[in-house]
C-alpha cells in the first residue's frame, strides 16, 4: 500500500497548519471544500494565467538560462509529487523552484511557503539530478515581487522527517494529537468533527 502513497505539498501545508487534516483528509476522506473560498479560487486563476504569460521569459538578472513551466514531477523514494511553476535552471549548474503567490510581500516568507518551495526542491533534486541551493517566490499581490529564499541541507532533512510522519499517520491510520495553536481551531473546515 505505501508504494501507491503520494503526498503532496499541500498535503505537507496542511499537516503543519494542523496534523489531524492528514487523517480526516486520507484516512476519512471528507473534503474540505476548498472551492467555496475566494483566495484559493483566486490562487488558481493566478496560476493559470501565468501558465500562458511568458514562457519564454528567462530572468537573466538571477543567472536563468533555462526553464521549465507547469512541471509535475513525483520522488517515489519520498512519496511525493507536485507540480512547481517553474523550474529555472542556473547558469553555476544548480536549478530552483519559482513559485507564484496570490499574496503581498510583507517583507518575510511565511513558513507555509517556505516549506512548499523546499519540497519543490526536494521533487527537483530528484527528477533532474541537480543540486538546489535556493527557492524563488513571487508575490503577485505586490506587482509580482520576486524574493530568493535560500535552502540548506538541513532544510531536506527536515522535510524528509515531515514527510515520513505524514506517511506513518496514513499507513497506520493513526488519529494524531491536533495542532498546539487553539486559534487555528477557529477557522477550521473540521471543527465541528474533530475530537477536542
Not at 94 to 123: C, F, M, V
Not at 154 to 179: C, G, M, R, S
Request: aromatic share 14%; glycine share 4%.
Amino acid at each position: 500500500m505505501s508504494d501507491e502513497i503520494y503526498i503532496t505539498p499541500s498535503d505537507v501545508l496542511e499537516y503543519l497548519y494542523c496534523p489531524r487534516f492528514i487523517y480526516f483528509g486520507w484516512i476519512l476522506k471528507i473534503p474540505q471544500h476548498e472551492e467555496n473560498r475566494f483566495k484559493v479560487m483566486e490562487g488558481r486563476e493566478i496560476h493559470e494565467k501565468k501558465a500562458f504569460q511568458n514562457t519564454d521569459y528567462l530572468r537573466i538578472k538571477l543567472g536563468v538560462v533555462n526553464k521549465e513551466n507547469e512541471v509535475w514531477m513525483s520522488a517515489p523514494p519520498f512519496h511525493l509529487k507536485g507540480k512547481v511553476d517553474e523550474v529555472l535552471f542556473l547558469s553555476d549548474g544548480t536549478a530552483a523552484p519559482l513559485d507564484y503567490k496570490y499574496a503581498e510581500w510583507k517583507g518575510h516568507i511565511y513558513a507555509n511557503y517556505r516549506a512548499q518551495s523546499i519540497l519543490y526542491g526536494l521533487l527537483i533534486k530528484e527528477n533532474y539530478q541537480r543540486e538546489v541551493n535556493c527557492g524563488y517566490i513571487v508575490y503577485t499581490r505586490s506587482k509580482n515581487h520576486l524574493v530568493e529564499m535560500p535552502i540548506k541541507r538541513e532544510d531536506f532533512q527536515k522535510a524528509l522527517l515531515i514527510l515520513k510522519d505524514i506517511l506513518v499517520i496514513i499507513q497506520n491510520e493513526k488519529f494524531p494529537k491536533k495542532t498546539k495553536w487553539s486559534s487555528r481551531c477557529l477557522d477550521c473546515c473540521y471543527k465541528n468533527i474533530c475530537v477536542k
